[in-house]
């Protein structure tokens, strides 16, 4: 499911193709994101890219793109058929049972680490995911079991992971994950610019964050 995020929907529609071309399954797309986007404009971007063929998750990302996919508004992106699924990133887990009310065949994906066991609980089919990267074994295991609503097995893991995977929700996800990896011995590696490394607090968190995990047996 690549992303084919783009500042204008023509840019967007020419990535979905290329998808298309490539054999991918889906596409991940962000509202028009260069701007505070009306419910108009919302819908005809997601039309437009929808008329490739392919199915598009919707990607709810309100903080950086000041667009807000309203579980009113999915619904009716969902009614156009321009979408099949959300990556829902608002951290609002309450909006999972009014997406379900409104559009009960529009597919909710995990779009936050940090709100897995919420989503999960509320009916999510996917997860969208960032700290799988350093600890695979876990996270998968904490999937599972959440979407299986077998708590006893979640709930610790959850609570376990927890003050690590609330940093996919930062604006140092990126970074942090990476960090992780490498102390996992994963080779995260260094980020591209402009992202710069952590560095004071913020590092000897995630550091902190991370070496618990390893001790506590997470992989």
């Given amino acids: 499911m690549p992303g084919v995020s783009a500042y204008g929907s023509a840019e967007a529609r020419r990535w979905a193709e290329q998808a298309a071309e490539a054999g991918c399954g889906s596409v991940l797309l962000l509202p028009p994101n260069t701007y505070r986007a009306d419910e108009r404009s919302v819908r005809a971007h997601y039309t437009e890219v929808a008329g490739v063929g392919i199915p598009v998750v919707a990607y709810n990302n309100p903080f950086d793109t000041k667009v807000d996919l309203t579980p009113d508004l999915l619904a009716r992106l969902h009614g156009d058929g321009a979408v099949v699924a959300v990556k829902e990133f608002s951290g609002d887990v309450r909006r999972a049972y009014e997406i379900a009310e409104l559009a009960p065949e ?14 999960a609980v509320a ?28 708590l006893t097995t ?18 140092e996800f990126v970074q942090s994950i990476k960090l992780s990896m490498d102390i996992a011995g994963r080779t995260g590696g260094p980020t591209r610019p402009p ?25």
Avoid: M
Avoid at 106 to 119: K, P, R, T, Y
Avoid at 126 to 138: E, H, L
Avoid at 154 to 171: E, G, M, V
């Fill in 106 to 119: 529009l597919d909710l994906l995990i779009g936050a680490d940090d709100v897995l066991l919420e989503l």
């Fill in 123 to 150: 009916g999510a089919v996917g997860w969208i995911a960032g700290y799988p990267n350093a600890f695979p074994t876990s996270c998968a295991a904490l999937y599972r079991a959440a979407v299986a609503g077998d």
């Fill in 195 to 219: 992202r710069h490394p952590l560095t004071g607090a913020t590092e000897a968190a995630v550091r902190t964050a991370t070496e618990k995990a390893v001790a506590a047996g997470h992989r």
């Fill in 154 to 171: 979640a709930l610790p893991l959850y609570k376990s992971l927890h003050s690590l995977l609330r940093w996919d929700s930062k604006t």
